[in-house]
């Protein structure tokens, strides 16, 4: 994680405590109150491979492995894009992205976007 986006992430969750009280249990949650999630690709899988969240939440992948990787869902016509080394990518997630994705080289990679309402 890149120093910056770490001081936001703190900045967006002290907000987050100012305003209800509580801590986010998962993510980030932003002052927008949409709630960033994090997902690593490493070692050949997305960790965690399945995510909950609402439409309008933001899902971060970040490739930790050495070789080229992308979340992609064909199917749903979504991608992150090529991403490398060091290299993240955020998407605002929309009710027609949910369902399952691969990395388009190594299709045995599977992640899952689960919309909870
Ligand atoms: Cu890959």
Redesign the pocket.
Known sequence: MHTLSRRAALSYSAAALAVTGAAPLFGHVKPDGTTEHHVSIKD?KFDPPTVELKVGDSVSWKNLDL?N??ATSAKAGWSTGVLKKGDAESLVITAEMAGAYV?K??PQ?KGMLVIVS
């Open positions: 050949m070789v990787h992308t990395c080289y190594h990679m």
